[in-house]
């Protein structure tokens, strides 16, 4: 039986990871439940109009929706912040939000990531979200997820900043009405 860590006895690595992943788990976590809290509470009156698809959607109902998805996100990463499937989720989710939010700053217009409580800086979301994607691949790997599947995760991430990238390019002005 191992004896547990104590100041003059250093945590074994996978005691470390474990402590990491959870520190991160609850960060990530504390950030998409504010967001959704601004997004519910906030909500943009604006419609989203989403082009090539002629529809049209009420602003407070898609906040809301998505205040759901981020709230739904955070809890599968704290309830699973030991295992790495968890993390590839979260790459793949802030990756489509970094495609997201480049493109709103590329373009001029705020992300919308907390909705009608306060717009952030250009470009700070999409470093935000760039850096929880890095925390999640480095965690995917620590968390020994096969390593077949690191290439086909980046692959991912990409291909969601670019849904991300065309999702943001459908809804920015002229389009919000």
């Not at 998409?32 to 049209?56: C, M, R, S, W």
Request: hydrophobic share 55%; proline share 8%.
């Amino acid at each position: 039986m191992t004896q547990p860590a104590s100041p003059t006895t250093p945590a074994s690595p996978a005691a470390v990871v474990r402590t990491a992943a959870l520190i991160a788990a609850l960060l990530i976590a504390g950030l998409l439940f504010f967001t959704g809290y601004a997004k519910a509470a906030y909500p943009n009156p604006k419609d989203i109009q989403i082009e090539h698809l002629d529809v049209t959607i009420a602003g407070p109902t898609f906040d809301r929706a998505v205040a759901g998805i981020e709230a739904a996100i955070a809890v599968i990463i704290i309830g699973l912040h030991r295992k790495w499937p968890a993390w590839i989720l979260s790459a793949l989710f802030f990756g489509a939000l970094a495609g997201y939010s480049f493109f709103k700053s590329w373009h001029g217009e705020a992300c919308g990531c907390f909705s009608k409580m306060f717009d952030p800086p250009p470009y700070s979301m999409f470093a935000v979200d760039a850096l929880i994607v890095a925390i999640s691949l480095g965690l995917t790997a620590a968390l020994r997820a096969p390593r077949v599947l690191l290439p086909f995760t980046i692959v991912g991430v990409l291909v969601a900043a670019g849904a991300g990238w065309a999702a943001s390019d459908m809804t920015t002005p002229p389009r919000r009405s």
